[in-house]
T-cell receptor
Framework: DAKTTQPPSMDCAEGRAANLPCNHS???????VYWYRQIHSQGPQYIIH???NNETNEMASLIITEDRKSSTLILPHATLRDTAVYYC???????????????FGSGTQLTVLP | DTEVTQTPKHLVMGMTNKKSLKCEQH?????MYWYKQKAKKPPELMFV???????INESVPSRFSPECPNSSLLNLHLHALQPEDSALYLC?????????????FGDGTRLSIL
């Protein structure tokens, strides 16, 4: 699975959009970009994933550049409860064979400030 | 609320004790995972079960013994652990021929070895 690079920490004002960048310059054509977050003392929570098109769900939006070498997770209106470590993970998908693990990087500590 | 349930939430044990961690999911997933997370570090894979068979063992010491008695349950048997084994142990599940399906995590068991 391709390696990802994220800033170690970011701050965001409550109510503003939080934009979390991720670099995955070695991504392959069959690799998805996944985002998870981990709030203190909880397990990782799935947020969103995408291949090459932008994606949106009730939690966030995922913007993937045309060359797929980077992406941005957008939390449109950050709240204090969004304070967490955010992990960007690149993972090969396969419709055959055994399950594959997630390989976590160091992630970004997002702190939402009141 | 998580759909993957782990028990106990906290466990303190001595180095000579034998204990087990339990994980249960009712999402019909046929792949289950154990991850280990040390403080301020990302989760690291330990084991993967696919269709109730062990498919990946990341060179985990034999004092950790996984078991998958059926498609909904995953156990991790612990024996003669060391203080450095103190960590958060996370269970996850997904579809094994997972295409682009995400893994779902429990909130973990926080293990302390005295």
């Amino acid at each position: 699975d391709a390696k990802t690079t994220q800033p170690p920490s970011m701050d965001c004002a409550e109510g503003r959009a939080a934009n979390l960048p991720c670099n995955h310059s070695t991504i392959s054509g069959n690799e998805y970009v996944y985002w998870y977050r981990q709030i203190h003392s909880q397990g990782p929570q799935y947020i969103i994933h995408g291949l090459k098109n932008n994606e949106t769900n009730e939690m966030a939006s995922l913007i993937i550049t045309e060359d797929r070498k980077s992406s941005t997770l957008i939390l449109p209106h950050a709240t204090l409860r969004d304070t967490a470590v955010y992990y960007c993970i690149v993972r090969v998908y396969s419709f055959s064979g055994s399950a594959r693990q997630l390989t976590f990087g160091s992630g970004t500590q997002l702190t939402v400030l009141p | 609320d998580t759909e993957v349930t782990q028990t106990p939430k906290h466990l303190v044990m001595g180095m000579t004790n034998k204990k087990s961690l339990k994980c249960e999911q009712h999402m019909g997933h046929r792949a289950m995972y154990w991850y280990k997370q040390k403080a301020k570090k990302p989760p690291e894979l330990m084991f993967v079960y696919s269709y109730e068979k062990l498919s990946i063992n990341e060179s985990v010491p034999s004092r950790f013994s996984p078991e998958c008695p059926n498609s909904s349950l995953l156990n991790l048997h612990l024996h003669a652990l060391q203080p450095e084994d103190s960590a958060l142990y996370l269970c996850a599940s997904s579809q094994p021929r997972d295409g682009n399906q995400p893994q779902h995590f429990g909130d973990g068991t926080r293990l302390s070895i005295l």
